[in-house]
């Protein structure tokens, strides 16, 4: 019996692939040349090369999707956490090339020619920023509460109030992360009450610290109470006990359109004399993916001998890029951090960005104002002004069309529009080029 099929490496040259990953297209190839061998030895029905071609390609597609690609978030959501929360601007990226991009002192002390520290040039840059006594840097916030309270609560207490008790995205719990650190939960008051007097009658012989959680992704009104961390810190030295304040995301300068009227910048945490504070690193601030813990020189020093560390600590490149990140806030070079660039933005600039897109469009659309959310886990339930451009026809195709070419927008009020609280100036020319080209096929 004479069976039919192309051979791999004729398959995997063709013209149509030449654009394509070869490794990927040549392993495909034989996968699938073998199985429709297979079929055919048991005399059914298999593919002819044309089929196999696009076997390949269909398949070829689903690798392809999971790979990580450059996109326009036009959510109008700034912090994303499906699109990968802050962007890094260019410039810092540049900035921190050269030590990413070479060998470099990370662990060495060019001074004595001895071994260093990774974290000593880090923590003396949020000293400038923050006014702390020391810092240390964890692969994310998550890592950050799970290594403070493993190293000063293991086997021990925590006094945390019930309304603080948070899920994130992922399924991240902050009793689970406890109880997994070693710590002993403590709750306190209720869900939407606690008062100073819960933690005072919580303490007990086996009390190491009390801790306050931020509400990441959710806010309680109405009839309810929370203690504040100055509060919380005041008790916690009047009864020898570290307080911690898992502050999750953070920011530095006062934010614009009254977003941070109910939460304070991280300068006035600080000074409310609280011992540990950890927040995110890429939520607020701005900058690249890790945990950040600031605080007492004494308590973090305790931090870097716990053995778990050498799991949760970041590398150079997290470091070069934080470090530009924290130089520029120093420098006070506001316009590269590109997250609170982003939420900065005034309407006449979010108007001025809409109206040169539908310049340069040939299709029905209008200017609309609206409004959005800084994601990310902040500033819950806490609207903000922006600008979109909306399109008439069918929502969901058109929104499934620019998705297609790497845009993500919104449906609101059933029509789809691009918000561009969240596009980049960069990106303005590139979302033209995609908007002419998805109308130029419409019927």
Do not use: W
Request: hydrophobic letters at 40%; aromatic letters at 8%; proline letters at 2%.
């Amino acid at each position: 019996m004479k069976i039919d099929l192309p051979k791999v490496d004729k398959i995997a040259n063709l013209a149509e692939f030449k654009d394509y990953f070869y490794p990927l297209v040549l392993n495909l190839a034989k996968q699938i040349i073998e199985k429709e061998r297979e079929k055919a030895l048991l005399n059914l029905e298999y593919k002819d090369e044309q089929g196999i071609i696009e076997a390949i390609k269909s398949e070829y597609e689903i690798y392809e999707n999971l790979e990580l690609k450059s996109i326009i978030n036009a959510t109008g959501v700034v912090i994303h956490t499906n699109l990968g929360r802050s962007v890094i601007n260019e410039e810092l990226l540049q900035r921190a090339q050269k030590t990413i991009t070479s060998y470099s002192n990370l662990e060495y002390d060019l001074k004595t020619g001895k071994r260093g520290l990774r974290y000593n040039y880090t923590a003396k840059l949020c000293s400038m920023l923050f006014g702390c006594e020391d810092a240390l840097i964890v692969n994310n916030n998550a890592s950050a509460v799970f290594l403070v309270l493993n190293t000063f609560a293991k086997n021990s207490e925590v006094i945390v109030s019930r309304g603080e008790l948070v899920e994130i995205g992922g399924s991240f719990r902050v009793p689970d992360v406890m109880a997994n650190s070693g710590a002993i939960l403590r709750e306190v008051g209720t869900t939407n009450k606690t008062n100073l007097n819960d933690y005072e009658n919580a303490i007990n012989e086996n009390t190491k610290m009390l801790m306050k959680v931020h509400q990441s992704n959710f806010s309680i009104e109405g009839f309810s109470q929370s203690v504040g961390i100055d509060e919380i810190s005041n008790l916690a030295k009047n009864s020898s006990l570290i307080d911690y304040y898992d502050l999750g995301s953070a920011y530095v300068n006062e934010l614009p359109y009254a977003l941070g009227s109910h939460e304070p910048p991280l300068k006035k945490v600080l000074e409310s004399g609280v011992n540990l504070v950890s927040f995110s690193g890429d939520k607020l601030f701005g900058s690249i993916q890790c945990g950040i813990i600031l605080g007492k020189t004494e308590l973090i020093s305790k931090l870097k001998k716990n053995q778990l560390l050498r799991m949760l600590r970041v590398d150079k490149i997290t470091l070069s890029l934080l470090n530009e990140t924290l130089k520029a806030y120093i420098n006070k070079e506001f316009d590269l951090i590109q997250t609170t660039h982003q939420i900065y933005k005034d309407i006449d600039e979010l108007t001025d960005m809409a109206n040169l897109v539908k310049a340069n469009i040939n299709v029905n659309s209008k200017v609309i104002n609206t409004k959005t959310f800084v994601g990310g886990g902040t500033l819950p339930c806490r609207q903000y002004p922006s600008v979109a451009l909306a399109f008439m026809g069918d929502s969901v195709s058109l929104k499934e069309k620019f998705r297609n070419k790497k845009v993500i927008g919104r449906i609101e009020n059933n029509k789809f529009i691009l918000d561009f609280r969240s596009i980049m100036d960069k990106d303005l020319q590139n979302l033209i080029k995609i908007c002419n080209e998805i109308f130029s096929k419409q019927p």
